[in-house]
């Protein structure tokens, strides 16, 4: 059995100077002030349209990310219904097979340190599973059968594609002390990475969250 450290990948490259200028080419159709755009009024037009609310312009542009998570987390993200998926499927992966070493891989939890009992006591469940996951497949079951038995700790990856409203309202709800310490390690990973590429979309969420991710 393999422990992985979860963590996040974007798919699309972002550049935050095209988004800003793309946000602000829709949002000034609103207020027909096209004239006024310059090649450094953007990030203030964009930031100006955030706090009036306006965040209907922020629709407008997306980006997609690759989460690798435990499954647990994965059925908190695929909950954001405005967005698109893809996920790791454990009907048709077989963890028997080569290309997956022949062990299932587990998400390390962030509530528990290793070399404690709190976490053997975790391992030990996890190996368990594998043991019965990989004794069904033997006795003949599918991988959509025998995966009845792998743990919500087994890792999984998920594509997820949003605009930027929807990645907002994410990490709003996500970040938050009140969501599953799992959900926000990942959720505070995003934030930092998204506010290093595009600073005036994820200010106010980085001042409000992004301190815990140091």
């Keep these: ?23 602000e080419e829709c ?15 953007a990030p203030t037009f964009v930031g100006n349209i955030l706090k009036r609310g306006h965040e209907s312009v922020l629709e407008h542009c997306s980006f997609t990310v690759k989460f ?35 062990e299932i891989t587990v998400i390390a939890p962030c509530f528990l340190n290793p070399n404690t ?21 033997e006795y ?26 929807e990645w907002r309202h994410f990490l709003k709800l996500r970040c938050s002390e009140a969501a599953h310490p799992q959900m926000r390690e990942v959720a505070l990973a995003l934030l930092k990475e998204v506010h290093a590429k595009i600073p005036v979309l994820f200010d106010d969420l980085w001042e409000e969250y992004g301190g815990d991710s140091h």
């Design 1 to 23: 059995m393999k422990i992985v450290k979860p963590g996040v990948e974007f798919i699309t490259p972002i550049d935050g100077n095209v988004i800003l200028k793309r946000l």
């Design 27 to 41: 949002g000034r159709v609103c207020y027909k002030s096209e004239s006024r755009i310059t090649e450094t009024s």
């Design 68 to 102: 690798t998570c435990d499954r647990g987390v994965s059925h908190e993200i695929v909950r954001h219904r405005l967005a698109s998926y893809s996920q790791e499927s454990t009907r048709y992966c077989n963890y028997g097979a080569g290309q997956f070493g022949r």
């Design 117 to 137: 009992d709190g976490w053997e006591l975790w391992k030990e469940g996890c190996e368990a599973a594998e043991t019965a996951y990989f004794n069904l497949l």
């Design 140 to 165: 003949g079951c599918s991988p959509q059968e025998a995966r009845s038995v792998l743990p919500n700790s087994l890792k999984t990856e998920v594509v997820m594609t949003a605009n930027i409203r």
